[in-house]
Structure formats: C-alpha cells, structure tokens
C-alpha cells in the first residue's frame, strides 16, 4: 500500500513538473521577445534589496534596544 502510495505521488510529481518547464519555457519566451526581460530582473533585484535593507536596519534598532534594556536593568 505504502509503495503505492509513493508511486502514485511521483507520478504526479513528474507531471507537474513537465507542465511547469512549458509554462516556464513560454513566459520566458514571451518577456525576450518583449524585451521586458531587464525590467522584471530589475524588479525582482530592487525588491531583493529592499527587504535586505530593511532587516539591516531592523537588526540595528533591536540591538540598539536590547543594548538600553541591559544598561537599564544592570
């Protein structure tokens, strides 16, 4: 039952995997050809940054309030 079980859920799988390299493969195909290709890497590279700056500088305002907080109660 076990081994069905399995086999069936890779089979699946394998499916679902063959569907998304033609969605994949075409959506790629469609932003070269749109030349938007560059504008959604730039995107996607200007979030990244962001959500990096961010916790930057979260983990320097945590560390500046644990620092008062252990002054504090010393």
């Known amino acids: 039952m076990k081994n069905n079980f399995f086999l069936i859920i890779f089979c699946f799988l394998s499916l679902c995997i063959q569907a998304q390299n033609t969605a994949d493969e075409t959506a790629a195909r469609f932003l070269r050809e749109s030349n938007s290709l560059y504008a959604v ?19 320097k305002k945590i560390s500046k309030l644990e620092k008062q907080l252990k002054a504090k109660y010393q």
């Open 41 to 59: 890497i730039t995107i996607l590279v200007t979030i990244f940054a962001g959500i990096i700056l961010f916790l930057i500088l979260q983990d």
